[in-house]
């Protein structure tokens, strides 16, 4: 379900990099359709809360999370990253969250710019680290008995780096047949 059309970053390959900008309140799903749609279906078991847009700039995104999750629904969405600092991973885990991907196009911040742009359709220094810092406080949080952190996804080209990318996440590996 999309929850928002607004999206913080231009990303390289993305459709919103060449649409026009949708502003956070007219890009976002009201709270009372969600609700009215989620309560229409009774045997929903789990929700994705994507589309286009960066999940986290929808103002309702831990009452949408919180609601579907109290009906016994599994609810988690993809996200860019930027946004996910320790305080907000709290609060989408007490809200119910269930599983969460993060987006990391590369194992370098080399990489990773040259493909995740901002507003200004340019790479934005130093967004690697400060989604890298994300990831640590997320995983953080997950540690606290919450959720488990899942193992990292493959990042094409990458695959040297990419143990080293997962280290230092703290993310630990898990057998791939679980």
């Known amino acids: ?8 970053l231009r990303c390289r390959m993305c459709l919103v990099r060449y649409a026009p ?8 799903l009201d709270l009372e359709e969600f609700l009215e749609l989620v309560d229409s279906l009774p045997h929903l078991r ?24 109290a009906r016994g629904a599994r609810v988690g969405f993809s996200t860019n990253g930027t946004l996910l600092d320790g ?13 969460l991907h993060v987006s990391l196009d590369g ?11 901002g507003t200004a359709l340019r790479p934005r220094p130093g967004q690697f680290e400060r989604v ?18 899942a193992r ?8 040297p780096q990419r143990g080293r990318a997962r280290a230092a996440r703290g993310a630990r590996r898990r057998d791939r047949h679980r």
Not at 46 to 69: D, F, I, R, Y
């Open 107 to 117: 194992a370098t911040a080399a990489t990773y710019e040259d493909v995740r742009h």
């Open 21 to 28: 900008a949708v502003g956070r309140g007219e890009g976002a």
């Open 46 to 69: 789990k929700l994705t809360l994507q589309g286009l847009g960066e999940p986290l700039l929808s103002p309702h995104l831990l009452e949408m999370v919180s609601h579907a999750a």
């Open 152 to 159: 990292a996804g493959g990042v094409r080209g990458h695959a």
């Open 87 to 99: 305080a907000t991973a709290e609060r989408l885990i007490a809200a119910g969250l269930s599983w």
């Open 132 to 149: 890298m810092a994300n990831l640590r406080g997320l995983i953080r949080a997950a540690r606290r008995g919450l959720i488990e952190p």
């Open 1 to 8: 379900m999309e929850i928002t059309g607004a999206c913080n």
